[in-house]
């Protein structure tokens, strides 16, 4: 291994020098702002077109359109990058607020052009397709369209969207203000502590079973006592969600977040067909597992727990150079890409105190430039992590060459290349792992999020169809949410979990965000579409590179059915597609059930 020394703090200066003091953010967050203004009246005097002749304009306003936003987003991460290395800088949050502000302005505007636009005669729009320099927009141009043919008058849809605010995303707004202010009392290690609801969750992976159960005990009870509160936020959110849906003439709940997916209700069902199929082998792990924690059963309380810990132990510079390795075996490409971002210092992986957990990886649209955000201390799994957002960098990467209205990824497929990068590093750190134990903790690891894909997310689903559809008949109390949550619970994991955790209803926040309906079944897709890549590039090594970014490439700019077709020659509205990511899962639970038996 060569020796190198990469650096461990990023570069932000190359954007704005300065921090959140920097002059040259002000003074471009000001140009932004001035800059938008005029947009924002350009788009206001837009009247919907009746000539072909337009198309210039109407590109042209585009083009304005997206820069500005570019604008917007550049500044956006950077305030992101300093909140997060360090939580303490005040004017960083200030600066948020003001970015915020900018994007909303952006957003309703640029919402009410695309409105306009989409009312255009089929004849001129048709046109305006054979253009050449909107032609390669076709697919969002007739998304635009469609969505606004679905929806109700532009006057009434401005009605809605401004009757949210306090309507809707206030329940949401609502749900954050009392969760934030919950403390749960907790004794660890014989020391009494005082700790928020996610800092308590955070010890449900507690070694000690005991640590688990008081922990799970104290969360539910604490849940059960706001229940009441959790069951008018949720289902006030839910019922303003049913109401517009009603008036649009949507009966489906799931039309909505299907459509942002980009995706059918039948790719949805085979999905879950195949998954709900395939179960055994993971209810035969969770069995295993309680069989090495001293367990007939396991509790709620004891699936994040580990029953191995993984004791390799990596420096930055090696955590790095295994990585590159790694992705070397299948894209050069990505590993040269890699490279650079870790001599150039675009990855912030210090370990000092100060600095927001987890990880992330943003984009600087102005730069063409990513960063990455997480802390390294060393741990196979924070080289996974690594893997992971590198992977969401590359991705940003491939795009480059196209549109950035074709750039535009939803959910369910933007964590393909990240999945990708981590199973590549996840596989490779299994197979180069030393002792039986090491190896143990590693496929336990991964059989861990197997699980949470195929049955914590399958309840997640479960429970929140079928509460919907009980809402659309009224308002579904605390009680009754309970029974829904065990019920789903059960189901998803083949009542091979003794307990079930009730209040989970109220204790997932995913349930209570209202940007995004639906915030689950996008994951499981990802997951296993990602696996099914990963399964072709394990069969044809380098030579998928190309592929490979061709596919992603194409992310944003077709349904995932098309996607799927096209890069792949899979129909995914057939189970037999699904079976494959999971079939690589289940070899996982062979391994892990050979080497811990007895
Ligand atoms: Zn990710």
Redesign the pocket.
């Given at each position: 291994m060569t020796k190198t020394s990469y650096p461990v703090v990023w570069d932000l200066d190359v954007f704005f020098k300065g921090g959140s003091e920097s002059e040259e953010l002000r003074r471009h967050l000001d140009e932004t702002k001035e800059r938008l203004a005029s947009l924002a009246e350009k788009f206001n005097q837009f009247e919907t077109p009746t000539s072909v002749d337009q198309a210039e304009a109407v590109s042209s306003l585009i083009e304005e359109g997206t820069d500005i936003s570019h604008h917007i987003r550049q500044a956006g991460a950077f305030i992101s990058c300093l909140e997060a290395q360090d939580m303490s800088d005040h004017k960083a949050s200030t600066l948020r607020s003001e970015v915020t502000e900018l994007s909303a302005t952006y957003g309703a505007a640029f919402n009410s052009f695309k409105q306009k636009l989409a009312q255009t005669d089929e004849n001129v729009w048709q046109g305006f397709l054979e253009h050449d320099k909107l032609s390669e927009l076709t697919f969002v141009l007739n998304e635009w369209r469609d969505a606004a043919q679905e929806q109700l008058s532009e006057d009434e849809e401005a009605l809605i969207s401004s009757l949210s605010v306090d309507g809707y995303h206030a329940w949401g707004q609502m749900y954050n203000t009392i969760v934030g202010g919950m403390t749960v009392n907790v004794t660890v290690d014989g020391e009494e502590k005082e700790l928020s609801v996610g800092q308590a969750n955070n010890l449900l992976s507690h070694e000690n079973p005991e640590v688990r159960k008081q922990v799970y005990d104290k969360l539910e009870a604490a849940w059960k006592e706001k229940e009441s509160l959790f069951a008018n936020t949720l289902n006030h959110l839910a019922g303003f969600r049913l109401n517009v849906y009603k008036k649009r003439g949507w009966d489906n709940v799931l039309k909505e977040p299907l459509d942002i997916n980009r995706m059918q209700q039948d790719t949805l069902d085979a999905m879950w067909g195949a998954i709900t199929k395939h179960k055994q082998p993971f209810v035969d792990f969770l069995y295993r597992k309680a069989e090495l924690l001293g367990k007939d059963k396991l509790e709620w309380y004891d699936l994040g727990a580990p029953t191995q810990e993984n004791s390799q132990k990596l420096s930055y510079d090696e955590g790095a150079q295994f990585i590159l390795k790694h992705f070397e075996e299948f894209s050069p490409k990505m590993a040269d890409f890699s490279k650079t971002a870790f001599e150039d210092g675009w990855i912030e992986a210090e370990d000092r105190s100060g600095k927001r957990p987890g990880g992330f990886c943003t984009g600087f649209p102005l730069s063409e430039q990513s960063r990455i955000f997480m802390t390294y201390s060393g741990s196979m799994s924070n080289v996974a992590t690594l893997a992971?957002e590198l992977g969401?960098a590359y991705h940003s990467y491939a795009l480059k060459p196209v549109h950035p209205l074709n750039r535009r990824y939803a959910m369910n497929v933007a964590?393909t290349a990240?999945t990708f990068a981590e199973m590549i590093v996840a596989d490779a750190a299994v197979k180069a792992t030393e002792t039986k134990e090491d190896q143990i903790a590693l496929l336990e690891d991964k059989l861990q999020r197997s699980v949470a894909f195929f049955m914590n997310i399958h309840s997640r689903f479960l429970f929140e169809t079928r509460f919907y559809e009980e809402r659309k008949n009224g308002f579904v109390p605390a009680s009754r949410l309970n029974e829904l949550t065990d019920e789903a619970q059960r189901e998803a994991y083949c009542d091979a979990v003794n307990s079930t955790s009730s209040s989970y209803w109220s204790n997932k926040l995913h349930f209570h965000i209202t940007g995004v309906p639906f915030y689950n079944f996008p994951y499981t897709f990802g997951y296993l579409f990602s696996l099914s890549i990963y399964a072709k590039a394990l069969e044809e090594g380098t030579n998928y590179e190309d592929q490979y970014i061709a596919l992603l490439q194409d992310t944003a700019r077709m349904s995932v059915e098309d996607l799927a077709m096209k890069h792949l020659g899979e129909d995914i509205t057939k189970e037999a597609f699904w079976e494959k990511g999971i079939e690589l899962c289940k070899k996982d639970v062979t391994e892990y059930l050979e080497l811990t038996s007895k």
């Open positions: 992971h969401h964590e990240s």
